[in-house]
């Protein structure tokens, strides 16, 4: 099973970027799907989640105000809208999810089992 994301690029400071996490074998609809990122030389990081009912989001505290992450339940898609970019958001950005899906620990990357090869963003001017 494999994730895929796409719409990364890059971007000057303070503009904007809407990720997508699809599925060829799984349908989205029926999943919780998290945002982790990756900063070069550092580990990766959770920055947002979405439930399965789409009731809960959660966010990382750097990233609050400034992304959102809807989701598109005829398109089996999740997005991470990333608004106001800041040079400290590069990163190679990834989704994934999980059979079990424990939301208090949604950043927490070893409950994951499903994961997209990921899509580099880059803020720089």
């Known amino acids: 099973v494999q994730l895929v994301e796409s719409g990364g690029g890059l971007v000057q400071p303070g503009g904007s970027l809407t990720l997508s996490c699809v599925a060829s074998?799984?349908?989205?609809?029926?999943?919780?799907i998290t945002w982790f990122r990756q900063a070069p030389g550092k580990q990766r990081e959770g920055v947002s989640a979405?439930?399965?009912?789409?009731?809960?989001?959660y966010y990382a505290d750097s990233v609050k105000s400034r992304f959102t992450i809807p989701r598109d339940s005829a398109a089996k898609a999740v997005y991470l809208q990333l608004n106001n970019l800041q040079p400290e958001d590069t990163g190679v950005h990834y989704c994934?999810?999980?059979?079990?899906?424990?939301?208090?620990?949604?950043?927490?990357?070893?409950?994951?089992?499903?994961w997209g090869q990921g899509t580099q963003v880059t803020v720089s001017p």
């Open positions: 979405i439930d399965i009912n789409n009731r809960f989001k």
């Open positions: 074998e799984l349908d989205l609809n029926y999943y919780s």
């Open positions: 994934a999810t999980a059979d079990r899906y424990f939301p208090d620990t949604w950043s927490r990357e070893s409950q994951y089992n499903y």
